[in-house]
């Protein structure tokens, strides 16, 4: 439908401009998100690294973790921007993908469920 | 406002689990007796959404980042249990692939972002609208509801971060999961989410609501809000 076009659309405008999320708090040298610290860094804030929370903190390791390859956080903007706008569209297909299936799901068992 | 893996200890994280079981459930039901087919796409396209807004992290008062969510508008397009369903994927997916808020922590993230946002904003946006009917006072109406959704969020994040130092120290007075407590935690998050990360919410709900309605896309607005709501 012309209209559900036209939203997909503005998702793969806002993935093209995603970058935006990346230099913005670089250029303004904020820093991680408040409670989105990583060991290390509550490390040095308090002085020591919380014991359950460092056994927990790697419990899962994410395939394209903070939306970039792994080992390449250091890497020029540039290139983070390009797998920003990778990890984008990731999303988009796997979020897209995920609300279909389970829309599929809800409404498939609808008929079934109806006499 | 996406809590990590090791922030928060077990009976935190299976309590958030455990009260979203039931409204995951209800808001599979609510849609699946009343999502029209037409309107199913719309389920996707928020999901979609929701994940490229946050994305776009913007620097706060404080030294931190934070970025908005869209969970509001998105109440408005599908109504608040649609909104949770899709906000949950978005979550969900930002866990899984990308390291964006932990595994254990998914049902936290989602009863704040999924469940505690969409259902204020909504709230206070079907309250707002009802006084402020023209088409400019439902774009205010939404944008107010998007910066009370925002901050419900980030006040009930703040609030499961505040109790850990209270659940889980040891004996060497050494926090055991997130070290800060809610005198620190709450004020930290307040700060950096009913200034600018609100305005942003709001600015984006209010403009998107406003633009969405006068480009006749009413429909996406009006009828589908109406069949999932309450």
Redesign the interface.
Known sequence: ?K??RR??A??IV??LV?P???Y??KV?????????WG?GE?KQM?G?A??????????????????TLPGREQALLSHLSFW?IL??F???A???????L???W??G??GK?RP | MHIPDGYLGPPTYLAAYAACAPLWAIAARRLREKLSARRAPLLAISAAFTFLVMMFNIPLPGGTTGHAVGGVLIAIAVGPWGAMLSITIALTIQALLFGDGGITAIGANCFNIAFVMPFTGYGVYSLLSRLLSSEKGKAVAAGIGGWVGLNAAAFTTALMFGIQPLLHTGADGRALYAPYPLSVAIPAMMLAHLTLAGAVEGLITGLAVYSLRRSQSAWVLQAAAEETAQ
């Open positions: 439908m209209e559900h939203l997909w503005v998702l806002l993935a995603s935006v999320g990346l913005l708090p303004m040298k904020a820093g991680s998100a408040w409670g989105e060991v509550i308090i020591y919380p014991a359950g929370m460092e056994k927990k903190a790697e419990i899962w390791k994410a395939p394209i973790r903070d939306y920003y990890s984008a990731v999303g988009i796997a979020c897209g993908g995920g609300g279909y389970l829309t599929r809800v409404t068992s609808r469920r």
